[in-house]
């Protein structure tokens, strides 16, 4: 099957630490999604990002679709960005997700 | 509010029995699925569904069964046949398959 492999697994950094997640696929990148899941279990829609750069305040994400990776920055880290952070991309006609990068955001 | 809303939260049941979670949405999306996720694991799908009516089966559908009779709404039946279904359950809706999905807040699911 697809694989989504996310690196680094976990990730500590103190408040104002900026990061970079990266997301590898083995086959295309279709339909990219990045995802944060906050310690309560809510998951909340990043970035739709299929190819190209976008930013939304201290958080961006860039896709390289002819190298089938993402990278997703963070700068400035606050302890609200702890969490688990998700890419998924479409296989078929529902999301595959990689496995999570886990980000504590120490004060 | 528009939203997804699954119901409920946090459910307990006894092995053997079957349990269904509730999945309501709002936002009159096409597409809704449903996400199994197990501590320090990614999710993985269950079922999901294009229209009213038409579902289909996603790579963990042994043991959970669902109905689309309304566009609204998709529930999930986590049956007995279901070796380890204690874990966090997530329903997801969007416009349509290829688009920007939703999550609703999860149900959390104990069998003991």
């Known amino acids: 099957g697809i694989q989504v492999e996310q690196s680094p697994p976990d990730l500590i950094l103190q408040e104002g630490a900026n990061s970079t997640l990266r997301c590898n696929f083995s086959d295309s990148v279709n339909n990219l999604q990045w995802f944060h899941q906050n310690p309560w279990g809510q998951l909340i829609n990043l970035f739709y990002?299929?190819?190209g750069t976008k930013q939304n305040g201290r958080l961006s994400a860039t896709t390289v679709a002819t190298e089938r990776y993402s990278l997703l920055y963070i700068s400035s880290s606050q302890t609200t960005d702890s969490g688990v952070y998700f890419c998924a991309r479409y296989s078929g006609y529902a999301l595959n997700f990689g496995k999570g990068t886990s980000l504590l955001v120490t004060p | 509010d528009g939203g997804i809303t699954q119901s409920p939260k946090y459910l307990f049941r006894k092995e053997g029995q079957n349990v269904t979670l509730s999945c309501e949405q709002n936002?009159?999306?096409?597409?809704m699925y449903w996400y199994r996720q197990d501590p320090g694991q990614g999710l993985r799908l269950i079922y999901y569904?294009?229209?009213?009516?038409?579902?289909q089966k996603g790579d963990i559908a042994e043991g959970y069964s669902v109905s689309r009779e309304k566009k609204e709404s998709f529930p999930l039946t986590v049956t007995s046949a279901q070796k380890n279904p204690t874990a966090f359950y997530l329903c997801?809706?969007?416009?349509?398959?290829?688009?920007?999905?939703?999550f609703g807040e999860g149900s959390w699911l104990t069998v003991v």
């Open positions: 990002i299929p190819s």
């Open positions: 569904s294009q229209i009213v009516n038409d579902f």
């Open positions: 936002l009159n999306h096409d597409a």
């Open positions: 997801a809706s969007g416009q349509t398959s290829g688009n920007t999905i939703y």
